[in-house]
């Protein structure tokens, strides 16, 4: 593979996973050799992507039906759709809880909301990486209608107690989006044991997939109008959007290899187990935070994370200068700066930003170790200098 | 001194809009003696050629290598029509290991002037 060859060392899988397992780059080649399907099976030369789509995904997650699923580019796509569309069917304005864990894809659309005056805002606040569901539960007002939160945080790592929160919400009138980016992939999931409206993913980080494709998995769309509408190749003699899923939100042509991009990236996943793969993620986790712990010119903002994540800041030197370094100087990629996360860092760093590291599951303990040592490096020259 | 090309442009969160520039020659450390008279420079001497950064005040900064033929600058987004053209002036009066203070000089003084004027609103 290209990892060998080069000596880079990745350590951004939290935006995007690399490198892809060879499954994964001869699944896109092949979708892209067979004929477009067009609606119609073309006997043995054509594979039925969306149908072996939706069933993988369904039964990765744990869920029971696959017309639940619904592809979109990705989980900004998706989390667009849910919210705009949920706001589009309520014509009283209504209130909203999130959490300041959040990521701009769920931040910026219900700030633009707010702008709009659709919605009034609460923001959640964490403590020690974690949002208390009960918080969540005393922010419900007679007005609230929609809920929205991670399942995992994108910087600090840590996972959410959905499940309490989905409980309480279940039998309100309340919606309850679930952007699960981070976590599906990590953490075995088992949706069918959660009470949610909708739950959504991507296809790039941790389930192995291209870019361009993710989703969402809906159980009731009907407080969901769709947003944007088109071509379906279905009940095509109607200028009407049709109203069943999934052509209920998919519109356009379909991103067939990115779909089965995803296929083979869970099928690898699949091939591992999760538990072997979770073990792997703490072992590193561990190790980066061990090495980086002993040194003392070094914050660490989560010591205990439970997802591959690591943040951290070398205080006296900006953390994009600590990125630019390990770049340059070691091969070393990393994230710097805010991670889409403006209110999370608030409260972490007053804004400041800092350096992330997500290894994944072609992450070598040994590349974790000169990574840890390279920071260490940096630390002790800007520690030195001060 | 010239840039050869520039890569890399984006908005970074503090407002400032960051690219890389290729240069035709390495960055010495006598360009960087020539520099720091135009602004703060600070370097991390032990790692690996050395890392600096080269701040000009309501401008733009410099971050790079030693030895190294590419450097990023990120620049103060409301000035940046002026600062930008302050950067290749800059690289030009650095020809051949020589420095030309004189027209830098001139150039700098001009260039501070209009900064002022636009962030602040006056000329002292």
């Given at each position: 593979m290209l990892k060998q060859e080069n000596s880079l060392i990745y350590l951004n899988n939290a935006a995007t996973s690399w490198p892809k397992p060879p499954g994964v780059i001869q699944a896109v080649q092949e979708s892209l050799e067979l004929p477009f399907g067009g609606g119609r099976g073309t006997g043995k030369t054509q594979r039925d992507y969306l149908t072996e789509g939706r069933e993988t995904v369904a039964q990765f997650f744990g869920?029971?039906?696959?017309?639940?699923i619904v592809f979109s580019s990705n989980a900004t796509d998706a989390l667009n759709t849910l919210i705009h569309g949920f706001t589009a069917s309520s014509p009283e304005k209504f209130h909203v809880i999130t959490t300041t864990l959040e990521h701009n894809s769920v931040l910026r659309p219900l700030h633009h909301l707010e702008k709009k005056g659709r919605i009034e805002l609460d923001h959640i606040s964490f403590s020690n990486a974690k949002v208390n569901p009960e918080a969540i539960i005393e922010a419900v007002t007679d007005k609230t209608r929609l809920v929205v939160m991670n399942h995992g945080s994108n910087v600090l790592g840590s996972v959410q107690d959905i499940r309490a929160v989905g409980e309480y919400l279940h039998d309100k009138d309340i919606f309850f989006i679930v952007d699960g980016s981070q976590t599906a992939g990590h953490i075995p999931l088992d949706l069918s044991a959660i009470e949610f409206d909708a739950f959504v993913f991507t296809g790039h980080k941790a389930l192995f997939g291209m870019p361009g494709i993710g989703g969402f998995c809906i159980r009731?769309?009907?407080?969901v109008l769709p947003v944007r509408m088109g071509g379906t190749g279905t009940d095509s003699g109607s200028l009407d959007q049709p109203g069943d899923l999934p052509e209920r939100y998919e519109i356009g042509t379909h991103n067939y290899p990115g779909i089965a991009s995803l296929i083979a990236g869970i099928t690898f996943l699949q091939s591992i187990g999760m538990d072997a793969l979770q073990r792997r993620a703490d072992r590193q986790t561990e190790l980066f935070i061990k090495e980086l712990s002993s040194e003392p010119g070094i914050t660490i903002y989560?010591?205990?994370?439970?997802?591959p994540i690591i943040a951290f800041n070398i205080p006296g030197l900006d953390n994009d200068d600590v990125g630019y370094i390990l770049a340059r100087k070691d091969n070393i990629v990393v994230r710097t700066g805010l991670h889409c996360a403006p209110l999370l860092h608030k409260e972490i760093d007053d804004g400041a930003g800092c350096v992330r590291i997500s290894p994944s599951w072609f992450t070598t303990d040994e590349e974790c170790r000169i990574a840890a040592d390279a920071i260490k490096e940096i630390a002790h020259h800007a520690y030195s200098q001060i | 001194m010239r840039i050869l090309r520039s890569n890399r442009h984006k908005y970074c969160a503090d407002g400032s809009f960051m690219k890389e520039f290729i240069l035709d020659t390495e960055v010495t450390p006598e360009f960087l003696d020539f520099i720091k008279h135009y602004g703060s420079l600070e370097m991390l001497p032990g790692l690996g050629e050395g890392f600096y950064k080269f701040e000009k005040s309501d401008c733009f900064s410099i971050k790079g290598f030693l030895n190294e033929s590419s450097f990023e600058v990120r620049f103060k987004k409301e000035v940046m029509d002026f600062t930008s053209d302050f950067l290749y002036s800059m690289l030009y009066c650095y020809r051949d290991g020589k420095p030309d203070f004189n027209t830098l000089n001139r150039r700098n003084e001009a260039l501070m002037e209009r900064v002022r004027t636009r962030l602040h609103g006056n000329k002292s």
């Open positions: 869920e029971e039906s696959p017309d639940t009731n769309p009907d407080p989560n010591p205990d994370p439970e997802l | -």
